[in-house]
C-alpha cells in the first residue's frame, strides 16, 4: 500500500494541524470491466488520502469512467462532459478527469475540447491518478494513454461498494479483433491474473462477507496466467466456498472447452448461467465479423453443454445491421434464437467504431431497416424467453435474496443461479437469505413465487451443497 500522497491541514483553535481528506466522485458507464475499474481506482485514491462522495456538489476531484463499445454510449458521455463543463466554470478549482475507454479512442478530441478536462487517463494508467491530480492542482494538464502488455493492478484490493455481489477482473484486454469491435484498441492485448492473486482476493470478498462473485474478463474464458486455464481457476474459486456462488463472464464460444463445462457442471455453487455471445446467424456476417466459428459449430456447442448440464440458462449478444447484413442473414439470425432457445438477449444496432476492420466498410443497412430488424429480434426473443420461463411454473428453485421488491415493499426480489429474477412475499426473511421458492407464474423477464418450506422426515431446507 502506498501512503497518502495528499494531505489538507486546518489549523484548529489549539493551533494544532489536523488533516482533512478529500473527497472524490467518480460516475461509471459501460460494462462491468468499467465497474471493476472504478473500484481499482477508489482505492488507489483512498491509498492516496481521498475519500469517496457521491455527491458531485461535495468533490474536490470529479472522475468519469468513459465506454467506447457504441456511439450512443459516447454520446450520452459527452453530454455528461457539457454539464461538468458548467461545473468547472462555476467552481475553477474542481479537478475534472476523463477514464476508460473513450480516452483511448479520442484523446485529442478531449484535450482540445477546452480546458475544463484537467486530466485524460486510459484503462491501464490509472496507478498516474494521485500523481496527476497534484499536478493539475498545480496548474498542469495531464495525459496518461498507454496500454499494457502486463497486468498493471495485481496487487491491488479494490475498494468494493458493501453488498451481496463483487465482481473480479481476472484478465483485461483481447485479441480477438472481431471487426466491429474497438476493444483491442480501447483496453489493449489480453493479459491474465495469476491464480493466486486472484485467489487471494477471492478470500479477502468472502471475508467480506459477499455472497456471489463473477469472474469478469473480455473473453473471460481463454484466462490463462501460464500455468492453469480458466477452468482450474474456476473450479479453484468454487471450492473455496461451497456457499459462494460463482458467475463469470463475458466467454467467446470458441474457448468453451469441455473441460470448462465439466467443471461448470460438477461444481454446485458454479451458476447454471452462461453469456455466450453469437452475434449473427449468418455464416457470412460471422465471417466478415471474424468471430472465427460457423452457426454450425456454434449450434453443435449448446446442444453439447445442455446435453451435460440440461438447466443450463443460456443468453447472447447479437449485432444486427452489420455491414452488407441482408434480409435472409436477418432471417438466419432469428432461425438461431429459436434453435437455441435463449434465455435471453442483448441486442445492439450496429455502430460503426474507428479504426476497427469494420471501419472501412460501408455501413449500408439504413437505419429505419436496423430498427426494424432490432424491434424483430427483441420480439423474437421476448416471446422464447418467455416460453423458457413459463416452464419454471410449479417447480420449486433455490433464490439468493437482493432485497425488496422495486415495484412492492410486501415483496422481496432475487435471483436464481440460473440469473432470473425471482419476486416473492417478504415472509420475514432478508436479503442474503437463501430461500426455495416455488414459482407460480411468469413474465419475460421475471418469476413470481412464493416461499416453500421442503419437508423430508424432519423439516430440511435445501442447502446450496445438496
Ligand atoms: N456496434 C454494435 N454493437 C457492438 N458490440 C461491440 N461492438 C459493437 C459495435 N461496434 C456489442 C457486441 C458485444 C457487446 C458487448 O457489444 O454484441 O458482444
Ligand atoms: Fe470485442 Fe470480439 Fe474481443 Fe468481445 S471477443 S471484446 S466483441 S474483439
Not at 118 to 126: C, K, M, N, Q, T
Not at 264 to 282: D, E, F, M, W
Not at 306 to 334: M, N
Request: proline fraction near 3%; charge should be neutral; glycine fraction near 6%.
Amino acid at each position: 500500500m502506498c501512503l497518502p500522497l495528499f494531505h489538507y491541514y486546518n489549523t484548529t483553535s489549539n493551533g494544532k494541524k489536523m488533516q482533512t481528506s478529500r473527497s472524490i466522485y467518480i460516475e461509471t458507464y459501460g460494462c462491468q470491466m468499467n465497474m471493476a475499474d472504478t473500484e481499482i481506482v477508489l482505492s488507489i485514491m483512498s491509498d492516496a488520502g481521498f475519500t469517496r462522495t457521491n455527491h458531485l456538489t461535495q468533490a474536490d476531484v470529479v472522475l468519469i469512467n468513459t465506454c467506447a463499445v457504441r456511439d450512443n454510449a459516447e454520446q450520452r458521455i459527452i453530454g455528461r462532459l457539457g454539464d461538468f463543463y458548467h461545473y468547472k466554470k462555476a467552481k475553477p478549482d474542481v479537478v475534472i478527469g476523463v477514464l476508460g475507454c473513450m480516452v483511448e479512442r479520442v484523446r485529442k478530441e478531449l484535450m482540445d475540447s477546452g480546458a475544463f478536462i484537467d486530466i485524460i487517463a486510459g484503462p491501464d494508467e490509472y496507478r498516474k491518478l494521485p500523481s496527476l491530480v497534484e499536478a493539475a492542482q498545480n496548474g498542469v494538464r495531464g495525459i496518461a494513454v498507454g496500454l499494457s502488455r502486463v497486468e498493471k493492478y495485481d496487487d491491488i484490493i479494490p475498494l468494493r461498494t458493501k453488498g451481496l455481489s463483487t465482481w473480479i477482473a481476472i484478465m483485461r484486454g483481447c485479441d480477438n479483433f472481431c471487426t466491429y469491435c474497438v476493444v483491442p484498441f480501447t483496453r489493449g492485448r489480453e493479459r491474465s491474473r495469476s491464480r493466486a492473486s486472484v485467489m487471494k482476493e477471492v478470500e479477502d470478498i468472502i471475508r467480506q462477507g459477499f455472497k456471489e462473485i463473477t469472474l469478469l474478463g473480455q473473453n473471460v474464458n481463454s484466462y490463462c496466467d501460464g500455468n492453469h486455464d480458466f477452468s482450474d481457476l474456476l473450479a479453484s474459486v468454487a471450492d473455496v466456498d461451497k456457499n459462494l456462488r460463482v458467475r463469470f463472464m463475458t466467454s467467446h464460444p470458441r474457448d468453451m472447452s469441455d473441460k470448462l463445462i465439466a467443471t461448470l457442471a460438477s461444481r454446485t455453487n458454479v451458476c447454471k448461467y452462461i453469456h455466450l455471445p453469437v452475434q449473427s446467424g449468418s455464416d457470412r456476417i460471422l465471417e466478415l465479423m471474424n468471430r472465427k466459428y460457423t452457426v454450425s459449430n456454434y449450434s453443435n456447442l449448446i446442444r453439447k453443454i445442455r446435453g451435460v448440464i440440461p438447466e443450463i440458462s443460456l443468453s447472447t449478444d447479437i449485432i444486427t445491421g452489420f455491414p452488407t447484413e441482408t434480409e435472409d442473414d436477418h432471417k438466419q439470425t432469428i432461425d438461431l434464437l429459436h434453435e437455441s432457445n435463449y434465455d435471453g438477449a442483448f441486442t445492439f444496432k450496429y455502430s460503426p467504431r474507428k479504426n476497427t476492420k469494420a471501419w472501412s466498410m460501408k455501413d449500408d443497412v439504413p437505419e429505419e431497416v436496423k430498427n426494424q430488424r432490432l424491434d424483430e429480434i427483441i420480439y423474437t426473443q421476448r416471446s422464447i424467453s418467455l416460453d423458457r420461463n413459463r416452464v419454471m411454473i410449479g417447480r420449486t428453485t433455490e433464490v439468493l435474496i437482493e432485497g425488496t421488491s422495486k415495484k412492492s415493499d410486501a415483496d422481496l426480489c432475487g435471483r436464481t443461479d440460473t440469473n432470473k429474477m425471482v419476486i416473492f412475499p417478504k415472509n420475514g426473511n432478508v436479503a442474503g437469505d437463501y430461500i426455495n421458492v416455488r414459482i407460480e407464474r411468469a413474465n419475460s423477464a421475471t418469476l413470481f413465487g412464493t416461499q416453500e418450506h421442503v419437508f423430508h422426515q424432519s423439516p430440511v431446507l435445501i442447502t446450496r451443497e445438496s
